[in-house]
């Protein structure tokens, strides 16, 4: 793999088999340019509540343990991947956040991370419903001002 002198990587994931592979991608990456990487799943607040397939917990089922279960699966998720990329011996920042995921990625965590490559699946469905990837990928593509590798499935 070629050397592109990135400092700081972010990879978004979502549960996905997708995401894991582009976990994955995002550590071999930061290891061959010594770069710190930053992991983050974000909780898409537009699609938790509601009567959609794509919502995560619907109306009648909204107390806030049912939340903090969701915040918390997310959280296990990205610690099991921070551990990953510790092992590694990477420096890395983790966490679960909420917003848009497309701006997260796209530009606010590109701010606040002072990232310069960013990695995300091509598609996603995470282990409670299809939430953050789909078209975050292209928009994150179209509007990132870094660069952006995109992981496909096997």
Known sequence: ??????????VGIDG?????KAVRQAITIAEHNHAKLTIVAIINDREILGVSKAALIGFGNVNQSTIDEVKSRFQRLVHKYELMAK?????????VTSGDPKNQLAHELVDDEHVDAIVVGA????FVDRMTMGS???FVIAQAPCDVFVVHRD
Not at 1 to 10: G, H, P, V
């Open 123 to 126: 598609t996603g469905a995470n």
């Open 1 to 10: 793999m070629l050397d592109f002198n990135y400092s700081n990587i972010l």
């Open 136 to 138: 975050t990928a292209a």
């Open 16 to 20: 996905s088999k997708t995401a894991a």
């Open 87 to 95: 092992d590694r011996g990477l420096a890395v920042s983790a966490f």
